[in-house]
């Protein structure tokens, strides 16, 4: 299955592109809505190294948008969503921690990632990440305004440096807003899409 899987991935992006892929590590801050989504569009167009970080456990609040199942609530978030990577590609390496992201520790949970996805609830926190990884060169893919049900043409990319890209309509508030699965995928699969242009285009 692995091999079949692989080979049609190179028909798709060519042998170069894949390995690209297949060798760039990917840090993903946070596994919920956003993380859990993201990661899953990640392995399926053959990215195999990426970090996870969540200090979070699966509840049953979480199924009707994160990339979890039922009879996983109670267990540690980035264990679960290892656990579902690996069902869709068995020879992944993945780098899992659980861990709440604080302040001035970015830099050293994501030191050996050439890429990071954004993908925090807090806006101090997203802040801080965003601030802390910009210093250090990595290419962040952050996520802003993706509240509610339709107008999703509204989620658009945002680059704001050449090295930071915002995904979301800038505006709308979870908090207001209720993040629902339509939204909250279409942004997890646009961060998804910058990171793979990123990493088939640049030289990382």
Avoid: W
């Avoid at 899953?40 to 699966?58: M, S």
């Avoid at 996983?72 to 861990?99: F, H, P, S, T, W």
Wanted: hydrophobic residues 45%; neutral net charge.
């Amino acid at each position: 299955m692995t091999t079949s899987f692989h080979e049609n991935l190179i028909k798709k992006i060519g042998r170069d592109g894949f390995n690209r892929l297949q060798k760039t590590k990917i840090g993903i801050a946070g596994v919920g809505g956003l993380g859990s989504n993201c990661a899953a569009n990640l392995v399926r167009v053959g990215f195999r190294r990426i970090k996870l970080v969540d200090f979070d456990f699966v509840e049953a609040g979480n199924i009707d948008r994160q990339f979890y199942f039922a009879d996983q609530v109670g267990i540690y978030k980035v264990e679960a969503l290892r656990q579902n990577l690996l069902r869709i590609v068995a020879d992944l390496e993945l780098d899992i921690e659980v861990r709440r992201i604080e302040k001035n520790l970015a830099g050293k949970l994501f030191s050996d990632c050439a890429v990071v996805a954004e993908c925090l609830d807090s806006a101090e926190c997203k802040s801080s990440l965003v601030s802390e990884l910009l210093s250090q060169n990595k290419f962040i893919v952050a996520a802003s305004g993706l509240g509610g049900y339709g107008s999703s043409d509204e989620i658009q990319a945002h680059s704001i440096k050449k090295n930071l890209v915002i995904i979301g309509d800038l505006k709308s508030d979870i908090i207001s807003k209720p993040a629902l699965s339509p939204r909250v995928n279409i942004v997890a699969a646009k961060q998804a899409d910058v990171i793979l242009e990123h990493v088939l285009l640049n030289t990382i």
